[in-house]
Structure formats: C-alpha cells, structure tokens
C-alpha cells in the first residue's frame, strides 16, 4: 500500500506557508472584532444624542458620515492585510513547488565516508523537530476545523507516527520500523493540542522507571507500541472514525497475525479511542475483534469543566454590545474543544446543532466492544477523594466524576492522587496499573506512601517522591471503616478509666 498524498509529510517551506496563511486569518479576525467594537462604543453617544430633541436634527448625518468613513479604513486595512499575507503565501507556494521539483531531479551525493561509524538511531525525533511539531499540534487544537478547511499546510493528518514521520501501512516498512514486531500490539492516542511527543514529556534517561509506557511495555511484556497523531481541532468522532479505518489498515498490513490489540487514550484521546471501537464494530470491522482493553487516562468522559465554563462566558458577553465582539473571539476555537464540553463522541451528538449556542447536553452511548475491557484512570490535584479542591478542579482539567465514569462502560477505576493531568502520561504507578491491568491481576491497594509531585529536577527524586496514592473508588471508605473497626476493638480491650471526682460545689442528680 502506497503512502496516500494526503500522509505525506510537510516540510518546512509548505509549513512556513502554512504558518503565513493562518497569521492571515488570524489578521483579518482582529480586525473585524477590533472593527465591531469601534463601532459598539460609537454608537453609545450616537444612540443618546438621537434622543435629544434638538441634537437629534444634526447627529443622524453626522452618524452616517462617521460610520462609512469608520467602515472604509476598516475595509482598507483589512484588504492591504489581506493582500500582503496572500503575496507573501503565493511566493512560498512557487518556493515550495521548486523545492518539490528539485527534490525530485536525482543529483550526485559525495560518497559516505565508512571509516565514521553512523551515529546509533535513537527513535527519537531531534528537538527542533519535536519543537515544531509541539506548535503545530497547539495551532491545530485551537483551529484545527479552521485549517484542515482551508486545506492549510499546516493541517495535521491523522496516522502513525516513527521518528516524527508518518509510517507507511505496508507489511515491510511496519516490519522495518519494528524488526522485533509481536503479535500484540498498543496504541497510544494523545490528548487535545499535542501529539506523540507527549508520551516522553517526562522520559529520564537517569530514570529507569520514567521510560515512557510504549517502551516498557515492549521490553518487559512484549507488545509493539505505535503511536497516533492526529488533528485535535476536528470532531472527536471525526478522529475516531478515521482511525478505525487506520486501525483496519494496519492490521490488513502487519507482518504477522495479531492476537491482541490494547488502546490506550490521554485524555481527549481517550474519547476518541471509544469513538473508534464505536464505529469499527458499527462497520463489523475485524480488528476490534482482537481488542482486550480499552484504557483510558485523565478522559473527560462527561465533559471539561474549563470549556463549560468557556461557553458560558461566551453566552454572556454575547448579551452585552461592548463585549460581543471578543465573544466572537472566544468562537472561534475549534470544534474538537468544544466537543469536551459534554463529551462528544459520535456524529449524531453534534449533527444539526450549533455549538454556539446549543446548551442541551445531546451526548449519545457508545458502542462498548462486548469482549474488551475498559479502565478509567483518573488524577487529582487534591490529597484524597474528599479534599476540597479536587472536588472543584479534579487533575485541573478534568474533574474525577468525569474521567471515573465507569458506567459509561462497565469500566474500572483508578485514581493518582496530588497528580496534575499531564502527569498521567508518564508515571510509574500509572505504568504499574496498566501492567496489571493488562495482566488480568487485581488494582493494588491504596499505597500509603507520599503522592506525586510535578516539581522540577530529575526523575528519580521525582520517582522517589512520588509513590502515589492509587486505589479503586471505593477504597478510602473500606480503609475509614477498617480503622473505626480496630478503634472499636482497641477501646473495649483497654481497661476502665477512673472516673474524675466531683467536686462538691457541683449538684448531684437526684435519685
């Protein structure tokens, strides 16, 4: 199977393109909300004066007088905008296309030198890449709708990723990106503005037990991670629709038969991870008849409170002339955002509603895979289930009774206590949960050791801090009524005390 022209990776003269196209965009919706504004707060004394009985007669023409000139240097900033960016996006567009016919026309390389051994192939991107990528996936889910709609360079297509480049789904570059293949493998799928990048954000090389999950997994259990980059900024069943069909590919393509298939989501990944299982059992897809578990960690399963709140705001600056405007502003973020204010998952919870205004929580069931087992992993900034604030913010952007909504699924639950969101993507004690998990053993108890930290410095201290507080929900009742039942035993074990003597000023009970 060819690599599709729509996989092809960009290089740096399309993305700096790209980049001049959207700043464009983003020119010309300032300056319209900038424009809006001016005139809302013009049209306070206009409005006033046209209800003076004298000063009404010369303030309608004066009115009219200063709106078209208001209008026309508005119109002729925009277009002088607008043509310098479209000037300077049509010069990179020739660049590009001679870079891409030089690239095509064969010329003669000076002869490797074999005395220099190749420097060894770390499977990791060069940080100017990761760089690169980092900012384009935050450009994408922000705008993603808004750039893959105008066919922008900088649009990220959904496929998976080796060394920062897409992979090719035939049976020999798989084999070449994975000579020690098994047959069972792991998906990773990122959250909302990153890409997979985001699984190594906490990677050590001094630390043995920061080693990202794919990693481990294939050298201590013997599954082959790939991972998935998509474009945040689309529908969440968008994504889930498109990898389900990735997922038909790859397993079409892998070298040998696949017995177990694992999906492990950050986040909004998680959602698109259930969206996929959805639609690849909607289309009696085979690969989801190879799928044991459905891992899900830090996913706003019902919804994030930041893009409720969001929408809120919006509402409410739409109701006021002078900020309606920068509520315009506010709109423009991407459908992939907000599909998370309830969760989004599936087309008929969107379809023929307007994100903007609709209020309605319209959000649908999922198809669960009936073989498979679902885990949500959630974290908390707060010490404990009952601490004040991760019972407002949750990990900061998931609150727990969304990322632990196991009757969505019939799932289990864990919980990382003093744990941020991100922190989910790299930790050693979410590592050893998916270990059991994947295992088939039981979640461990509630470890009493200090909880995790998110401070800066290396891993291992941060590893030997970090011995977290992880249990099932329902633990910390269990571990309350556990040490009422030993006080109960170590009170009635323990000898009378005396009772202290009145003192005689003190009335005595009658008898």
């Not at 008849?289 to 019902?302: A, D």
């Not at 994100?355 to 010490?383: C, M, W």
Request: net charge positive.
């Amino acid at each position: 199977m060819a690599t599709s022209r729509r996989s092809k990776p960009r290089h740096g003269v399309a993305q700096t393109r790209g980049g001049v196209e959207l700043a464009g965009g983003a020119f010309d919706q300032l300056t319209r909300r900038i424009h809006e504004f001016h005139r809302a707060i013009s049209d306070i004394p206009f409005d006033r004066l046209a209800q003076a009985p004298v000063a009404n007669l010369g303030s309608r023409p004066t009115r009219v007088l200063h709106d078209n000139i208001t209008d026309s240097v508005y119109a002729s900033v925009r277009a002088a905008g607008g043509l310098a960016f479209g000037l300077a996006a049509l010069a990179l567009k020739r660049a590009e296309l001679q870079f891409e016919n030089s690239s095509r026309t064969p010329a003669a390389l000076p002869a490797p030198d074999r005395s220099v051994a190749p420097a060894p192939d770390s499977g990791v991107a060069s940080a100017p890449a990761v760089l690169r990528d980092n900012v384009v996936a935050a450009l994408n889910g922000a705008f993603g709708d808004f750039i893959a709609a105008r066919r922008n360079p900088l649009a990220v297509q959904l496929a998976f990723y080796e060394r920062g480049q897409p992979l090719t789904l035939t049976t020999a570059a798989i084999g070449a990106a994975h000579p020690q293949a098994g047959s069972k493998i792991v998906v990773f799928i990122h959250g909302l503005c990153c890409n997979e990048h985001s699984w190594r954000i906490y990677a050590d090389p001094d630390a043995a037990d920061s080693t990202p999950y794919g990693e481990r997994l294939a050298a201590e259990h013997g599954y082959t991670p790939f991972y998935l980059r998509y474009n945040t900024g689309l529908h969440i069943s968008q994504n889930g629709r498109a990898l389900a069909r990735a997922m038909a590919k790859l397993v079409a393509a892998y070298p040998l038969p696949i017995e177990d298939i694992v999906l492990v989501g950050h986040s909004m990944g998680g959602l698109v991870a259930r969206s996929a299982c959805h639609y690849g059992l909607e289309s009696t897809a085979a690969w989801t008849e190879k799928v044991c578990h459905v891992i899900c960690l830090g996913t706003p399963h019902l919804g994030a409170p930041l893009e409720q709140v969001v929408h809120l705001g919006s509402a409410v600056m739409d109701a006021f002339k002078l900020s309606r405007p920068w509520s315009g502003l506010l709109k423009l973020r991407s459908l992939g955002i907000k599909d998370l204010r309830h969760g989004y998952a599936s087309h008929s919870d969107w379809r023929g509603s307007d994100a903007d205004a609709d209020f309605e929580n319209r959000r649908g069931v999922l198809t669960k895979l009936p073989q498979a087992r679902y885990h949500f992993i959630g974290s908390s900034i707060g010490e404990s289930e009952s601490h004040w604030l991760g019972k407002l913010i949750g990990d900061g952007l998931v609150r727990l009774p969304s990322s632990t909504a196991h009757e969505l699924a019939d799932a289990d639950t864990a919980v990382l206590y003093r744990a941020h969101h991100m922190r989910l993507l790299n930790h050693p004690v979410v590592y050893q949960q998916l270990v059991q998990r994947l295992e088939g053993t039981a979640p461990a108890a509630p470890a009493e050791a200090k909880p995790a930290t998110a401070r800066a410095g290396s891993a291992r201290r941060r590893t030997s801090k970090a011995a977290s507080k992880v249990a099932q929900k329902a633990a910390p009742k269990a571990a309350q009524k556990a040490a009422r039942d030993t006080a109960t035993e170590t009170a009635a074990d323990a000898p009378p005390k005396p009772r202290a003597r009145r003192r005689k000023s003190e009335p005595t009970s009658s008898a």
